[in-house]
C-alpha cells in the first residue's frame, strides 16, 4: 500500500453577503433659519411632504427685543478732550446675532444625535444663507457627508405644500402611477 500524497480537500467557505439595503433613502429635509428649525420627510409616494417624527426646535429669545436678552446698557464716555460730550460705547457683542449662534449650534448638535440613531440616510438643508454657512461649519464631518443638497431660502414660515412646491428641483420624483 502506498501513502497518499493528496491532502483531503476543506469545505469552500463563502463570502459573507453585506447585509441588504432598501433602495429608497429615507431623507430629512431641515427648513430653518436662525430662530426656528422645522423638520420634513416624503410621503411614502414621494408626493407630499410629512412632519418627521422629531418636534420642531424653536428659540423664543432670538425673536425678542435686545432690552429683554440684555439687561444692562452699553457704558458711556466722555468726549475728545476739553469736550463735555458724553457718548455710549457700542455693545461689543450683537446678542441677537450670539442668540442665533447658539441655536444653530443646538440644531447642529441635534443633526448629529438623529445621524448617530440612523434616522435619515440623506439631508437636505433649507436655510437662509448666513445661516447655511454657519450650519455647515457646525455640522460634524459625519453628518457633512449625508447633505446632499443645500437650498439658501428662508421658508420656514411657509406651508408644506409651498415648501414641497419651492424645492421639487432638489427632491426625488414621485413614482409613475400605474
Excluded at 433659519?33 to 416624503?42: H, P, Y
Excluded at 468726549?79 to 446678542?95: C, I, M, N, Q, W
Excluded at 461649519?137 to 439658501?152: D, F, G, S
Excluded at 409651498?162 to 413614482?175: F, G, N, V
Amino acid at each position: 500500500m502506498t501513502k497518499s500524497v493528496m491532502k483531503p480537500r476543506r469545505k469552500a467557505r463563502l463570502p459573507l453577503a453585506p447585509p441588504l439595503q432598501s433602495r429608497r433613502k429615507h431623507v430629512l429635509i431641515v427648513v430653518a433659519d436662525g430662530a426656528r428649525a422645522r423638520f420634513f420627510e416624503l410621503s411614502p409616494d414621494l408626493r407630499a411632504l410629512v412632519p418627521a417624527r422629531r418636534a420642531d426646535m424653536v428659540s423664543p429669545t432670538s425673536r425678542r427685543p435686545t432690552r429683554d436678552i440684555v439687561s444692562d446698557r452699553p457704558g458711556r464716555g466722555f468726549g475728545s478732550a476739553g469736550s463735555s460730550e458724553r457718548h455710549a460705547f457700542e455693545a461689543p457683542h450683537d446678542h441677537h446675532k450670539l442668540e442665533k449662534h447658539n441655536f444653530t449650534a443646538e440644531l447642529a448638535e441635534a443633526l448629529q444625535e438623529g445621524c448617530a440613531r440612523h434616522e435619515f440616510d440623506r439631508l437636505l438643508l433649507v436655510a437662509p444663507s448666513r445661516s447655511l454657512g454657519e450650519l455647515r461649519q457646525l455640522l460634524a464631518p459625519q453628518v457633512r457627508k449625508l447633505v446632499y443638497r443645500e437650498v439658501a431660502k428662508d421658508l420656514t414660515e411657509s406651508t408644506p405644500e409651498s415648501i414641497r412646491h419651492a424645492l421639487e428641483d432638489a427632491l426625488p420624483l414621485p413614482a409613475a402611477v400605474p
